[in-house]
């Protein structure tokens, strides 16, 4: 699913402090292309997590730790090759590269195993919706107070739109179609990636000299340190279930919706405007709950897909309230 790494396009893309070394003359219909088989590929992360439960093999802690490490050794050949590697880049402070490495590695660690968690506690169609849906609000929320970034009226409706989807989503539902544990679980993944956005977005105004590649290994092995002790306590290795297809679900977690995801999008955003890109993340939600129903026996039910909508329309909001010049339509 699309994380914080995200922040590595924000701080290099032009207007924002820096280039975009990884677009070179790519076409804005292979962006597209590019974002699309992200948004779908994140969109299949919680389903194969939710298979990997449901042979009874590894928890949260342990897939997370194994996408961190496994993500990390497959970025390496292109960490090692990236066109910024023989550009020479000016020093920078190293607190603040400290204070970006370990803030996005941990916030990670926090959006990705609780997002796990929610799937696990209230499945993947509800899980991924309310973390997807409050994300970009929580951010949206956080620029404001902490930034001082300013959104539009729209934005404002938009922010307000979110809670009334969580609202309808959990209270239209009968008993058992949603878990209020699940919910808490997918709201602190949508606040660890707002934190890490954030950082990113503070970082990204002051000037840090790292490429997307740089961030998202060391975000990776950050994250991989942090989530060690509770993969260790909770059991890094599955003890019961098909071990082999639990290995191959990692492998694809990990080499797809890792390894090979992220690189596209950050191509693919670097020639799109944001709100454009926002825009198309949309589809993964909308195939990880089409993935559900199909696929996971969950129950698609009328306040589901009520509260869905008023949450994916928040997101839509805010990306058209991005797309349009700031004048008088600013609370500031």
């Known amino acids: 699913m699309q994380t914080s790494q995200n922040l590595a396009v924000e701080a290099e893309a032009p207007g924002r402090g ?8 790519l076409s804005l219909r292979r962006g597209f292309a590019f974002l699309a088989f992200a948004g779908l590929a994140w969109g299949t992360t919680g ?15 342990a897939i997370s730790f194994w996408r961190f490490l496994a993500g990390a050794v497959l970025l390496l050949p292109a960490w090692a090759l990236r066109p910024s590697r023989k550009t020479p880049c000016a020093p920078q402070p190293a607190r603040r590269r400290v204070v970006l490495l370990v803030g996005t ?3 990670l660690a926090v959006f990705q195993t609780a997002y796990f968690a929610a799937v696990r506690d209230t499945g993947l169609a509800v899980g991924t919706i309310v973390t997807l849906g409050a994300a970009p609000v929580f951010t949206a929320a956080g620029g404001r107070l902490f930034l001082g970034e300013r959104i539009g009226r729209a934005g404002v409706l938009a922010v307000a739109g979110a809670p009334a989807g969580l609202t309808v989503l959990v209270l239209g539902n009968q008993p058992g179609v949603v878990h209020l544990g699940g919910v808490g ?3 602190l993944s949508a606040a660890g990636y707002a934190v890490s956005n954030l950082l990113g977005r503070w970082t990204g105004r002051h000037g840090t000299g790292e490429d997307v590649f740089t961030l998202t290994l060391w975000s990776f ?10 993969a260790l306590h ?3 290795l599955p003890q019961r279930g098909n071990v082999t297809e639990e290995a191959l679900l990692m492998l694809y977690i990990a080499a797809v919706t890792t390894a090979l995801a992220y690189p596209l999008y950050f191509a693919g955003v ?14 993964e939600p909308v ?5 559900a129903v199909l696929f996971l026996d969950e129950q698609l039910t009328t306040a589901t897909v009520a509260g869905t909508v008023i949450l994916l329309g928040a997101i839509a909001a805010l990306a058209l309230a991005e797309a349009r010049p700031r004048g008088r339509d600013v609370v500031r």
């Open 287 to 291: 195939s990880a709950a089409v993935l």
């Open 18 to 25: 820096g280039n975009r070394p990884l677009t070179g003359s």
């Open 270 to 283: 670097a020639v799109l405007r944001a709100a454009t890109a926002s825009v198309m993340m949309l589809l």
């Open 105 to 107: 590695g941990a916030g």
């Open 47 to 61: 389903a194969a997590v939710e298979v990997i439960y449901r042979t009874g093999g590894l928890g949260p802690m």
């Open 221 to 230: 092995l950050i994250g991989a340190a942090v989530m060690l002790p509770p």
């Open 185 to 187: 679980m997918a709201l």
């Open 234 to 236: 909770e059991g890094l």
